[in-house]
């Protein structure tokens, strides 16, 4: 089945430094990504849609300076988190569907990052 | 988009059958139901989708209502592994489209 990878799984940073997570769909291609964040005992809350070639689409409230998304090739989509506070501290996830008719969306494992 | 209304938490027993279930009552004609699960620390599983017919896979079943209005997922004979979030979404089926997830269900299977 279609496999989500994200890298790295967890990272650490000091406050003030940038931090970059990767997603990348293994054994399929993706024009569109999605990127979630979800803090403690809270739902998944979508960020922002990340589109091959062009611009992301950013959620209501979602700072789009703040977390960059690049979507070089149709298997990769990076989110920068830029000059990270601790309240940026989370679990986000990204996730991505297969160019076929029917199929679902597929989740990375997320990446838990804690700023210091 | 149409909104799921799915318990807080449910208890099943290792071994039986555990139905979580979950109410749509505003779904229109494109859309989809979904669900996935979402075990502490990961990323959310998929687990199945169906448009109007039940629906079986490894997994899981789906059952889907005659009116679409309701759902019920069924894992027939629940482990301890089962334990997780399982979250019911409604949503068409594009490219494009996100999954927006609400609160889920809480499933605890013990021994």
């Known amino acids: 089945g279609a496999v989500v990878s994200q890298h790295p799984s967890w990272v650490i940073c000091k406050s003030g430094t940038s931090v970059k997570i990767e997603c990348r769909s293994l054994?399929?291609?993706?024009?569109?990504m999605f990127w979630y964040r979800q803090f403690p005992k809270q739902s998944l809350m979508l960020m922002a849609t990340s589109n091959e070639g062009s611009k992301a689409t950013y959620e209501q409230g979602v700072e789009k300076d703040k977390f960059l998304i690049n979507h070089a090739s149709l298997t990769l989509s990076t989110l920068t988190v830029t000059s990270a506070h601790p309240e940026d501290s989370s679990f986000y996830i990204c996730s991505a569907r297969e160019q076929v008719t029917n199929s679902p969306l597929h989740f990375g494992n997320g990446t838990r990052l804690t700023v210091t | 988009d149409a909104k799921t209304t799915q318990p807080t938490s449910m208890d099943c027993a290792e071994g039986r059958a555990a139905n979580l279930p979950c109410n749509h009552s505003t779904i229109s004609g494109n859309e989809y139901v979904y669900w996935y699960r979402q075990i502490h620390s990961q990323g959310p599983q998929y687990i199945i989708h169906?448009?109007?017919n039940n629906e079986t896979n490894e997994m899981a079943s789906l059952i889907i209502t005659e009116d679409r209005k309701s759902s019920t997922l069924i894992l027939p004979h629940a482990t301890l592994r089962d334990t997780a979030v399982y979250y019911c979404?409604?949503?068409?089926?594009?490219?494009?489209?996100?999954?927006?997830f609400g609160k889920g269900t809480t499933l605890s299977v013990s021994s």
């Open positions: 054994d399929f291609q993706a024009t569109t």
């Open positions: 169906g448009l109007k």
């Open positions: 979404i409604v949503r068409p089926n594009q490219a494009g489209t996100a999954l927006i």
